[in-house]
């Protein structure tokens, strides 16, 4: 969770307001792809409002050509508008699944862990756990490292989200 934008000068927060129609995805991508600008997240999710639906995109790059490739985004047929959230005042956030194989002697230790960073176990069987913990990608980041020391089976990550905060528009 972040209540302000990252502060490095390479790091864009992008949210796209769309048409919820077939090839809108691929059009976004080949934007960023035409500039080769690697997609270093993206959520797609239904909006508020039917027939529509919101992208979070993050991506790192020089500002110049990103300030151009939003440019390009907006100007997309179905692209109703495209933000760049960078310097601006946004609530922030990531999911994580981390699957854990673990020896009944380890889950004290792991569940200290997870408890300290106000995860959930969601799913525990006989050999494993899977935790799920939400917050700053710094937040997942850390409680990854600490969980290395186990044996991680699998992680899966959401990507950040992101809304406006105060009336701003997302």
């Given at each position: 969770?972040?209540?302000?934008?990252?502060?490095?000068?390479?790091?864009?927060?992008?949210?796209?307001?769309?048409?919820?129609?077939?090839?809108?995805?691929?059009?976004?991508?080949?934007?960023?792809?035409?500039?080769?600008?690697?997609?270093?997240?993206?959520?797609?999710?239904?909006?508020?409002?039917?027939?529509?639906?919101?992208?979070?995109?993050?991506?790192?790059?020089?500002?110049?050509?990103?300030?151009?490739?939003?440019?390009?985004?907006?100007?997309?047929?179905?692209?109703?508008?495209?933000?760049?959230?960078?310097?601006?005042?946004?609530?922030?956030?990531?999911?994580?699944?981390?699957?854990?194989?673990?020896?009944?002697?380890?889950?004290?230790?792991?569940?200290?862990?997870?408890?300290?960073?106000?995860?959930?176990?969601?799913?525990?069987?006989r050999d494993s756990l899977v935790v799920r913990v939400y917050g700053s990608s710094e937040k997942l980041?850390?409680?990854?490292?600490?969980?290395?020391?186990?044996?991680?089976?699998?992680?899966?990550?959401?990507?950040?989200?992101?809304?406006?905060?105060?009336?701003?528009?997302?």
């Amino acid at each position: 969770m972040s209540s302000a934008a990252d502060t490095s000068a390479d790091f864009h927060r992008i949210s796209l307001y769309v048409n919820n129609e077939p090839g809108v995805l691929a059009r976004v991508a080949m934007v960023f792809s035409r500039r080769g600008y690697n997609i270093e997240s993206l959520v797609v999710s239904a909006a508020a409002t039917a027939g529509y639906s919101r992208m979070t995109i993050t991506s790192s790059g020089d500002p110049t050509i990103l300030e151009q490739m939003i440019k390009q985004l907006a100007k997309l047929i179905d692209v109703v508008h495209a933000i760049d959230h960078t310097g601006h005042e946004a609530y922030e956030t990531e999911i994580a699944l981390i699957k854990l194989t673990c020896e009944s002697e380890e889950r004290a230790e792991i569940l200290q862990v997870v408890e300290h960073f106000g995860a959930k176990v969601v799913d525990f069987t006989r050999d494993s756990l899977v935790v799920r913990v939400y917050g700053s990608s710094e937040k997942l980041d850390a409680i990854r490292n600490l969980l290395a020391k186990f044996k991680i089976a699998e992680i899966v990550r959401s990507g950040k989200i992101l809304m406006a905060r105060g009336r701003a528009t997302t």
